[in-house]
């Protein structure tokens, strides 16, 4: 039973999730855009994510929050409705579903209208845990960052999957297709850039305490050490290379945004090496987006090493940028599937390496994506390897090599798997035989 209103029109509400203000900001630019249906109550779930909850300011703490806000009729915690349980951990088993809707409902003060959900990263907790909350609601996806040029990271139940409708996305490469959940047949739709830039100018005017720097180089830390991907001196001497790398290019005056859960000793590291360049810096200790920072200093130069936030300075507000890095991270990744190959593949690809400029940026970014993607999820994007085949035949070249692994193209039997100069080696029929013979000892002696 649904309730309705007084003209007859069936009452819903829609379920928006975030964990980011970035997120949360697509989501507003989005509502601004005119993007979803008509509703009678927009309902905000945040969400900390962070390893310790507790001790992570939540993105309603942040400055500017109140701008999005405003967006939605009313804004909850599901780190306090599933409370003891971590978010990024929790999901509900398949039969106390009825009860978590329950008490979802209940909690949130939802009746039995029907629900509408619009959720981010739909293959992990928390997204997966509230759409399998409410099982027979049709679900939204949204993408807040590179994630969505690359494949879906896992597969997903067919109760999931054929409730999405649509991927909403901003065009951070203009005119990319997203490559996530396609193979589902879920349609990708544009939030425009417009709506997005009204938001992000609104942040910037509710962040009175940021200091005023003209013009610095603005580096982008990224807490890559948290998810195993570098080392903690690794981590430090990436930003240490940042540095170097803009005052090398004459910036004497640099701005660090660090993670907010990085380390203190990163900025202490920085401070140490700035005095010794001579170098004014800068270390924001206010959480803020990147993008309010494109606006209220105007940098210029951006650093970073993979961030999105070096896409939408580019795109959306046309400012010189570079990268450090993409070449030790895609040497790093593990396994090949990582989710964060694709936005690494396309910083690296994109753009300038602050470190040697005079290296090339890669053509055919689209065909070079696909390759990659099928080579992350092959047997979710079957179609694509006729595509994948043909560009590992015709561009790799020294600055492509490093997008694949010679163990995964031979574990797929695409080409680049074997060095060209053993390439005739599979045509010999003495050593076919001899590989059979072997591969059947092997199957005998182990079963």
């Known amino acids: 039973m649904t309730a309705d209103n007084a003209s007859g029109t069936t009452e819903k509400t829609q379920i928006f999730l975030a964990s980011t203000l970035y997120g949360a900001a697509t989501l507003a630019?989005?509502?601004?855009?005119?993007?979803?249906?008509?509703?009678?109550?927009?309902?905000?779930?945040?969400?900390?994510?962070?390893?310790?909850?507790?001790?992570?300011?939540?993105?309603?703490?942040?400055?500017?929050?109140?701008?999005?806000?405003?967006?939605?009729?009313?804004?909850?915690?599901?780190?306090?409705?599933?409370d003891p349980f971590h978010p990024g951990d929790w999901s509900p088993r398949g039969d106390d579903v009825p009860l978590w809707e329950r008490h979802l409902r209940l909690l949130w003060g939802l009746g039995d209208r029907p629900v509408e959900l619009i959720v981010e990263s739909i293959q992990v907790e928390p997204a997966l845990a509230l759409v399998r909350c409410f099982a027979e609601s049709p679900v939204e996806v949204y993408a807040d960052g590179l994630m969505s040029y690359g494949p879906t990271r896992n597969k997903l139940d067919i109760l999931v999957h054929t409730r999405i409708r649509r991927l909403l996305h901003l065009d951070l490469v203009e005119g990319l297709r997203p490559l996530l959940l396609s193979e589902y047949g879920v349609e990708p739709q544009i939030v425009p850039a417009e709506p997005f830039l009204k938001v992000l100018h609104e942040l910037s005017e509710a962040a009175e305490e940021l200091a005023a720097i003209e013009s610095p180089a603005l580096l982008l830390g990224q807490y890559l050490s948290a998810l195993g991907i570098l080392t903690a001196d690794e981590e430090e001497d990436l930003h240490l290379r940042m540095l170097r790398g803009a005052a090398g290019e004459g910036h004497r005056r640099v701005v660090f945004k660090p993670h907010p859960t990085a380390p203190v000793r990163y900025s202490r590291a920085l401070e140490k090496e700035a005095a010794e360049l001579d170098v004014e810096l800068t270390v924001l200790d206010t959480p803020v987006l990147a993008e309010v920072l494109y606006q209220r200093m105007r940098p210029a130069l951006v650093v970073g090493c993979f961030s999105t936030a070096l896409l939408t300075a580019s795109t959306f507000f046309e400012l010189p940028v570079a990268r450090v890095g993409t070449d030790l991270l895609l040497e790093r990744l593990a396994p090949y599937q990582n989710s964060n190959r694709v936005p690494v593949t396309v910083v690296d690809a994109l753009l300038r390496n602050l470190e040697n400029p005079a290296e090339p940026v890669v053509g055919d970014l689209p065909d070079l994506l696909t390759a990659v993607g099928y080579c992350m999820q092959s047997q979710s994007y079957p179609h694509l390897r006729d595509d994948a085949v043909e560009y590992l035949k015709s561009s790799l070249t020294e600055r492509t090599w490093p997008y694949f692994k010679r163990r995964r193209l031979t574990a797929l039997a695409l080409p680049g798997a074997v060095p060209a100069q053993l390439a005739m080696i599979p045509r010999n029929a003495t050593v076919r035989r001899v590989a059979r013979r072997a591969r059947a000892i092997k199957r005998t002696a182990f079963g």
């Open 29 to 82: 630019a989005a509502v601004d855009a005119d993007r979803f249906t008509p509703a009678d109550r927009r309902l905000l779930v945040v969400s900390n994510n962070a390893a310790i909850p507790e001790t992570t300011p939540s993105l309603t703490d942040m400055p500017g929050f109140a701008v999005v806000r405003g967006r939605f009729d009313d804004v909850v915690s599901w780190n306090e409705a599933i």
